[in-house]
Protein backbone atom coordinates (compact mmCIF):
# COMPACT_ATOMS: atom_id res chain seq x y z
CA UNK A 1 0.00 0.00 0.00
CA UNK A 2 1.69 3.27 -0.89
CA UNK A 3 1.38 6.26 1.34
CA UNK A 4 3.45 9.82 1.28
CA UNK A 5 5.86 10.49 3.22
CA UNK A 6 7.34 13.81 4.91
CA UNK A 7 10.31 12.54 6.90
CA UNK A 8 13.05 12.55 4.12
CA UNK A 9 15.53 15.15 3.24
CA UNK A 10 15.84 17.09 0.74
CA UNK A 11 19.05 15.19 0.20
CA UNK A 12 17.68 11.98 1.03
CA UNK A 13 14.93 12.75 -1.47
CA UNK A 14 16.95 13.58 -4.77
CA UNK A 15 18.94 10.00 -4.19
CA UNK A 16 15.83 7.88 -4.21
CA UNK A 17 15.07 6.33 -7.14
CA UNK A 18 12.59 7.00 -9.82
CA UNK A 19 10.88 3.88 -10.13
CA UNK A 20 9.39 1.88 -6.74
CA UNK A 21 11.61 -1.51 -5.74
CA UNK A 22 10.88 -4.78 -7.25
CA UNK A 23 11.21 -6.96 -3.70
CA UNK A 24 10.46 -5.59 -0.29
CA UNK A 25 9.85 -1.98 1.42
CA UNK A 26 10.84 0.84 -0.13
CA UNK A 27 10.47 4.30 -1.16
CA UNK A 28 10.72 6.05 -4.53
CA UNK A 29 10.13 9.44 -5.92
CA UNK A 30 7.65 9.28 -9.51
CA UNK A 31 8.60 11.54 -12.06
CA UNK A 32 6.60 14.39 -11.11
CA UNK A 33 8.53 14.73 -7.46
CA UNK A 34 6.25 13.33 -5.37
CA UNK A 35 7.66 10.77 -2.20
CA UNK A 36 5.60 7.74 -1.84
CA UNK A 37 7.03 4.86 0.16
CA UNK A 38 5.91 0.96 -0.12
CA UNK A 39 4.47 -0.55 3.27
CA UNK A 40 3.03 -4.23 2.23
CA UNK A 41 -0.05 -4.46 4.33
CA UNK A 42 -0.75 -7.69 6.03
CA UNK A 43 -3.92 -9.68 6.34
CA UNK A 44 -4.13 -9.10 9.81
CA UNK A 45 -4.08 -5.21 9.16
CA UNK A 46 -6.95 -5.78 6.30
CA UNK A 47 -9.22 -7.77 8.50
CA UNK A 48 -8.57 -5.05 11.80
CA UNK A 49 -9.33 -2.56 9.36
CA UNK A 50 -12.34 -3.93 7.27
CA UNK A 51 -13.72 -5.58 9.79
CA UNK A 52 -17.49 -5.12 9.15
CA UNK A 53 -17.27 -5.97 5.67
CA UNK A 54 -15.29 -9.19 6.25
CA UNK A 55 -18.13 -10.10 8.81
CA UNK A 56 -20.35 -9.89 5.95
CA UNK A 57 -18.32 -12.78 4.26
CA UNK A 58 -18.26 -15.27 7.04
CA UNK A 59 -22.11 -16.55 7.04
CA UNK A 60 -21.69 -17.90 3.56
CA UNK A 61 -17.98 -19.23 3.90
CA UNK A 62 -19.65 -21.12 6.78
CA UNK A 63 -22.46 -22.12 4.60
CA UNK A 64 -19.82 -23.43 1.69
CA UNK A 65 -17.71 -25.27 3.79
CA UNK A 66 -20.78 -26.84 5.65
CA UNK A 67 -22.60 -27.98 3.13
CA UNK A 68 -20.57 -27.60 -0.10
CA UNK A 69 -16.99 -28.73 0.72
CA UNK A 70 -17.28 -31.15 3.75
CA UNK A 71 -19.86 -33.40 2.14
CA UNK A 72 -17.00 -34.07 -0.09
CA UNK A 73 -15.16 -36.28 2.03
CA UNK A 74 -17.98 -38.41 1.49
CA UNK A 75 -17.38 -39.35 -1.97
CA UNK A 76 -14.48 -41.97 -0.11
CA UNK A 77 -17.87 -44.27 -0.09
CA UNK A 78 -17.58 -44.53 -3.67
CA UNK A 79 -14.00 -46.40 -3.55
CA UNK A 80 -15.02 -48.29 -0.03
CA UNK A 81 -17.81 -50.76 1.14
CA UNK A 82 -20.38 -49.21 3.44
CA UNK A 83 -21.71 -51.12 6.31
CA UNK A 84 -24.48 -49.61 8.15
CA UNK A 85 -24.41 -50.25 11.80
CA UNK A 86 -20.71 -50.05 11.47
CA UNK A 87 -18.42 -48.38 14.47
CA UNK A 88 -16.83 -45.32 13.99
CA UNK A 89 -15.36 -43.80 11.92
CA UNK A 90 -16.20 -47.08 9.50
CA UNK A 91 -19.97 -46.00 9.56
CA UNK A 92 -18.71 -42.77 7.83
CA UNK A 93 -15.45 -43.59 5.70
CA UNK A 94 -16.64 -47.70 4.95
CA UNK A 95 -15.14 -50.36 5.78
CA UNK A 96 -12.72 -51.96 2.93
CA UNK A 97 -11.21 -50.96 0.16
CA UNK A 98 -12.93 -51.55 -2.78
CA UNK A 99 -11.38 -49.52 -5.58
CA UNK A 100 -13.65 -49.25 -9.04
CA UNK A 101 -15.37 -51.92 -8.13
CA UNK A 102 -18.56 -50.05 -8.03
CA UNK A 103 -17.86 -47.45 -11.03
CA UNK A 104 -17.41 -50.95 -13.23
CA UNK A 105 -20.34 -52.28 -11.59
CA UNK A 106 -22.58 -49.73 -12.97
CA UNK A 107 -21.15 -49.28 -16.23
CA UNK A 108 -21.71 -52.70 -16.94
CA UNK A 109 -25.41 -52.86 -15.77
CA UNK A 110 -28.13 -53.67 -18.59
CA UNK A 111 -29.84 -50.12 -16.80
CA UNK A 112 -26.61 -48.17 -17.70
CA UNK A 113 -27.42 -47.11 -21.11
CA UNK A 114 -30.66 -46.71 -20.80
CA UNK A 115 -30.40 -44.07 -18.04
CA UNK A 116 -26.93 -42.79 -19.70
CA UNK A 117 -29.01 -42.00 -22.91
CA UNK A 118 -32.38 -40.60 -20.95
CA UNK A 119 -30.01 -37.98 -19.22
CA UNK A 120 -28.27 -37.25 -22.33
CA UNK A 121 -31.35 -36.01 -24.36
CA UNK A 122 -33.56 -34.51 -21.98
CA UNK A 123 -30.27 -32.74 -20.88
CA UNK A 124 -29.77 -31.89 -24.88
CA UNK A 125 -33.57 -31.21 -25.27
CA UNK A 126 -33.49 -28.51 -22.22
CA UNK A 127 -30.30 -27.07 -23.51
CA UNK A 128 -31.40 -26.66 -27.10
CA UNK A 129 -34.67 -24.92 -26.34
CA UNK A 130 -34.57 -23.57 -22.56
CA UNK A 131 -31.39 -21.44 -22.80
CA UNK A 132 -32.12 -19.79 -26.11
CA UNK A 133 -35.20 -18.55 -25.15
CA UNK A 134 -34.61 -16.53 -22.23
CA UNK A 135 -32.24 -14.20 -24.63
CA UNK A 136 -35.14 -14.50 -27.51
CA UNK A 137 -37.22 -12.81 -24.83
CA UNK A 138 -35.21 -10.36 -23.08
CA UNK A 139 -34.27 -8.66 -26.61
CA UNK A 140 -38.44 -8.95 -27.25
CA UNK A 141 -38.46 -6.76 -23.89
CA UNK A 142 -35.84 -4.55 -25.03
CA UNK A 143 -37.19 -2.97 -27.90
CA UNK A 144 -40.73 -2.33 -26.01
CA UNK A 145 -41.41 1.10 -25.42
CA UNK A 146 -44.14 0.96 -22.87
CA UNK A 147 -42.49 0.45 -19.77
CA UNK A 148 -46.29 -0.12 -18.26
CA UNK A 149 -46.59 -3.36 -20.60
CA UNK A 150 -42.94 -4.28 -20.00
CA UNK A 151 -42.79 -4.57 -16.78
CA UNK A 152 -46.65 -6.46 -16.97
CA UNK A 153 -44.97 -9.02 -19.26
CA UNK A 154 -42.04 -9.29 -17.10
CA UNK A 155 -43.82 -9.82 -14.15
CA UNK A 156 -45.99 -12.79 -15.40
CA UNK A 157 -42.83 -14.46 -17.06
CA UNK A 158 -41.61 -14.32 -13.62
CA UNK A 159 -43.96 -15.75 -12.06
CA UNK A 160 -43.76 -19.67 -12.35
CA UNK A 161 -39.74 -19.61 -11.20
CA UNK A 162 -41.44 -19.02 -7.96
CA UNK A 163 -43.65 -21.95 -7.29
CA UNK A 164 -42.37 -24.92 -5.49
CA UNK A 165 -41.24 -28.14 -7.75
CA UNK A 166 -43.96 -29.70 -5.77
CA UNK A 167 -46.90 -27.54 -6.64
CA UNK A 168 -45.09 -27.69 -10.59
CA UNK A 169 -45.04 -31.28 -10.93
CA UNK A 170 -49.07 -31.60 -9.37
CA UNK A 171 -49.81 -28.94 -12.26
CA UNK A 172 -48.48 -31.32 -14.48
CA UNK A 173 -49.87 -34.55 -13.33
CA UNK A 174 -53.42 -32.50 -13.18
CA UNK A 175 -53.13 -30.80 -16.59
CA UNK A 176 -52.18 -34.48 -18.23
CA UNK A 177 -54.52 -36.69 -16.56
CA UNK A 178 -57.30 -38.63 -18.96
CA UNK A 179 -59.87 -36.10 -17.84
CA UNK A 180 -57.48 -32.93 -17.64
CA UNK A 181 -57.56 -29.49 -19.04
CA UNK A 182 -55.13 -30.77 -22.02
CA UNK A 183 -56.98 -33.95 -23.12
CA UNK A 184 -60.43 -32.07 -22.79
CA UNK A 185 -59.13 -28.83 -24.90
CA UNK A 186 -57.90 -31.45 -27.69
CA UNK A 187 -61.10 -33.58 -27.79
CA UNK A 188 -62.91 -30.24 -27.98
CA UNK A 189 -61.43 -29.47 -30.97
CA UNK A 190 -61.68 -32.57 -32.53
CA UNK A 191 -58.14 -33.13 -32.64
CA UNK A 192 -58.29 -36.19 -30.76
CA UNK A 193 -61.16 -39.17 -30.53
CA UNK A 194 -59.69 -40.46 -27.24
CA UNK A 195 -57.89 -38.95 -24.45
CA UNK A 196 -54.00 -39.81 -24.97
CA UNK A 197 -52.27 -41.29 -22.10
CA UNK A 198 -49.81 -38.90 -21.83
CA UNK A 199 -48.42 -39.98 -18.00
CA UNK A 200 -48.43 -43.47 -18.98
CA UNK A 201 -47.02 -43.81 -22.36
CA UNK A 202 -43.11 -43.09 -22.08
CA UNK A 203 -42.91 -41.24 -25.67
CA UNK A 204 -44.55 -37.93 -23.85
CA UNK A 205 -42.80 -37.52 -20.98
CA UNK A 206 -39.44 -35.71 -22.60
CA UNK A 207 -41.80 -33.55 -24.28
CA UNK A 208 -43.70 -32.78 -21.17
CA UNK A 209 -40.63 -32.25 -19.12
CA UNK A 210 -38.73 -30.07 -21.45
CA UNK A 211 -42.38 -27.46 -21.87
CA UNK A 212 -42.55 -27.12 -18.57
CA UNK A 213 -39.26 -26.41 -18.23
CA UNK A 214 -39.57 -23.50 -21.06
CA UNK A 215 -42.34 -22.15 -18.73
CA UNK A 216 -40.69 -22.16 -15.60
CA UNK A 217 -37.28 -21.41 -16.23
CA UNK A 218 -37.13 -18.68 -19.29
CA UNK A 219 -38.84 -15.63 -18.04
CA UNK A 220 -36.36 -15.65 -14.47
CA UNK A 221 -33.57 -16.69 -17.68
CA UNK A 222 -34.21 -13.03 -18.64
CA UNK A 223 -33.00 -10.95 -15.93
CA UNK A 224 -28.88 -11.58 -16.35
CA UNK A 225 -29.74 -10.34 -20.32
CA UNK A 226 -31.63 -7.64 -19.24
CA UNK A 227 -29.10 -6.45 -16.79
CA UNK A 228 -26.40 -7.32 -19.68
CA UNK A 229 -28.34 -5.16 -22.23
CA UNK A 230 -28.05 -2.08 -19.91
CA UNK A 231 -24.09 -1.69 -20.51
CA UNK A 232 -24.18 -1.75 -24.54
CA UNK A 233 -23.05 1.75 -25.24
CA UNK A 234 -25.91 4.06 -27.02
CA UNK A 235 -23.59 5.42 -29.24
CA UNK A 236 -23.07 2.33 -31.09
CA UNK A 237 -27.20 2.37 -31.94
CA UNK A 238 -26.59 6.02 -32.96
CA UNK A 239 -23.81 5.22 -35.42
CA UNK A 240 -25.35 2.32 -37.02
CA UNK A 241 -28.65 4.04 -37.61
CA UNK A 242 -27.13 6.39 -39.25
CA UNK A 243 -25.29 4.12 -41.72
CA UNK A 244 -29.13 3.07 -42.11
CA UNK A 245 -29.20 -0.20 -40.09
CA UNK A 246 -32.23 -1.43 -39.17
CA UNK A 247 -33.64 -2.88 -35.74
CA UNK A 248 -32.77 -6.29 -36.82
CA UNK A 249 -29.48 -5.22 -38.06
CA UNK A 250 -28.96 -3.27 -34.49
CA UNK A 251 -29.79 -6.18 -33.05
CA UNK A 252 -27.31 -8.94 -34.57
CA UNK A 253 -24.04 -6.26 -35.16
CA UNK A 254 -24.55 -4.09 -31.89
CA UNK A 255 -26.61 -6.12 -29.01
CA UNK A 256 -25.54 -9.47 -29.43
CA UNK A 257 -22.12 -8.86 -29.40
CA UNK A 258 -22.37 -6.32 -26.38
CA UNK A 259 -23.84 -9.42 -24.54
CA UNK A 260 -21.68 -12.03 -25.66
CA UNK A 261 -19.65 -12.61 -23.16
CA UNK A 262 -22.38 -13.28 -20.90
CA UNK A 263 -24.23 -15.54 -22.96
CA UNK A 264 -20.80 -17.04 -23.45
CA UNK A 265 -20.61 -17.52 -19.25
CA UNK A 266 -24.58 -19.16 -18.80
CA UNK A 267 -23.81 -21.47 -21.88
CA UNK A 268 -20.63 -22.76 -20.09
CA UNK A 269 -22.99 -23.26 -16.72
CA UNK A 270 -25.31 -24.83 -18.74
CA UNK A 271 -23.22 -27.12 -20.32
CA UNK A 272 -21.31 -28.39 -16.98
CA UNK A 273 -24.94 -28.93 -16.22
CA UNK A 274 -25.56 -30.80 -19.11
CA UNK A 275 -26.53 -34.38 -16.91
CA UNK A 276 -27.68 -32.88 -13.88
CA UNK A 277 -31.32 -31.97 -15.42
CA UNK A 278 -34.24 -31.83 -13.12
CA UNK A 279 -33.67 -34.11 -10.32
CA UNK A 280 -36.95 -33.14 -8.09
CA UNK A 281 -39.26 -32.74 -11.13
CA UNK A 282 -38.85 -36.07 -12.91
CA UNK A 283 -38.87 -37.79 -9.47
CA UNK A 284 -41.67 -36.40 -8.96
CA UNK A 285 -44.14 -36.79 -11.90
CA UNK A 286 -42.62 -39.79 -13.19
CA UNK A 287 -43.71 -43.44 -12.79
CA UNK A 288 -42.28 -47.13 -13.57
CA UNK A 289 -44.41 -47.28 -16.87
CA UNK A 290 -42.25 -44.10 -17.67
CA UNK A 291 -38.83 -45.43 -16.64
CA UNK A 292 -38.02 -46.31 -20.38
CA UNK A 293 -37.73 -42.73 -21.31
CA UNK A 294 -37.89 -40.65 -17.77
CA UNK A 295 -35.04 -42.38 -15.79
CA UNK A 296 -31.84 -40.39 -15.86
CA UNK A 297 -28.90 -40.63 -13.32
CA UNK A 298 -30.04 -38.68 -10.48
CA UNK A 299 -33.33 -40.73 -9.97
CA UNK A 300 -31.36 -43.95 -10.45
CA UNK A 301 -29.22 -42.86 -8.13
CA UNK A 302 -31.72 -42.13 -5.17
CA UNK A 303 -33.80 -45.36 -6.48
CA UNK A 304 -30.68 -47.79 -6.22
CA UNK A 305 -29.04 -46.05 -3.34
CA UNK A 306 -31.50 -45.57 -0.86
CA UNK A 307 -34.95 -47.21 -1.89
CA UNK A 308 -33.58 -50.62 -2.50
CA UNK A 309 -33.03 -53.40 0.11
CA UNK A 310 -30.58 -53.19 1.69
CA UNK A 311 -29.12 -49.85 0.57
CA UNK A 312 -26.57 -49.13 -1.54
CA UNK A 313 -25.04 -46.28 -0.77
CA UNK A 314 -21.10 -47.00 -1.70
CA UNK A 315 -23.12 -47.99 -5.22
CA UNK A 316 -25.03 -44.83 -5.47
CA UNK A 317 -21.83 -42.31 -4.38
CA UNK A 318 -19.97 -44.04 -7.12
CA UNK A 319 -22.77 -43.29 -9.78
CA UNK A 320 -22.31 -39.30 -8.45
CA UNK A 321 -19.15 -39.46 -8.57
CA UNK A 322 -19.36 -40.18 -12.22
CA UNK A 323 -21.94 -37.69 -12.88
CA UNK A 324 -19.62 -34.83 -11.29
CA UNK A 325 -16.46 -36.00 -13.01
CA UNK A 326 -18.24 -35.84 -16.41
CA UNK A 327 -19.96 -32.53 -15.71
CA UNK A 328 -16.63 -31.04 -14.81
CA UNK A 329 -14.83 -32.27 -18.19
CA UNK A 330 -17.93 -30.72 -19.92
CA UNK A 331 -17.15 -27.22 -18.16
CA UNK A 332 -13.54 -27.49 -18.62
CA UNK A 333 -14.14 -28.22 -22.61
CA UNK A 334 -16.50 -26.05 -22.82
CA UNK A 335 -14.92 -23.18 -21.64
CA UNK A 336 -11.41 -23.90 -23.90
CA UNK A 337 -13.80 -23.78 -27.17
CA UNK A 338 -15.20 -20.85 -25.68
CA UNK A 339 -11.96 -19.46 -25.18
CA UNK A 340 -10.62 -19.87 -28.59
CA UNK A 341 -13.44 -19.47 -30.75
CA UNK A 342 -14.81 -16.15 -28.78
CA UNK A 343 -11.96 -15.07 -26.75
CA UNK A 344 -14.92 -14.98 -23.99
CA UNK A 345 -14.60 -17.07 -21.15
CA UNK A 346 -15.68 -18.37 -17.59
CA UNK A 347 -11.82 -18.27 -16.40
Same mark, same amino acid.
Given at each position: ???? +??R???? !? ?5 T ?5 G ?5 T ?8 ? =? ?7 ? =?? &??? @?????L??? #? ?15 F ?15 ? +?????? @? ?15 N???IG ?9 LP ?5 ? *?? !? *?R ?7 V ?11 V?LV ?7 T??N ?29 Y?V??? &???T ?14 ? !??L??? +? ?10 ? &? ?14 L ?17 ? #? ?11 S ?7 L? +????? *?? @???A??L ?26
Amino acid at each position: MARP +SARLSPE !EIAALPTTPPRRGNGAWRTPQGAVVSSV =KETWGHAIR =KN &WRL @YSLCLLPVV #YLLVFQYLPLVGNVLAFRRYQAGSAFPYNIIGE +SWQGLR @YVHQFVNSPQFWNVFRNTAVIGAYSLLFTFPLPIILALL *LN !E *LRSRRFKRTVQTISYLPHFMSVVLVAGLIIQLTLSNGLINEVLMKLNLIDAPLPFMQDPKYFRSIYVVSQI &WQTTGWGTILYLAALTSVD !EQLYEA +SAIDGASRLRQT &WHVTLPGIRPTIVVLLVLNIGSFLGVGFEKIILI #YNPTLYATGDVLSTYLVRYGLF +SQPQQ *LS @YATAIGLFQSLIGLALVISANMVSRRLTDASLW
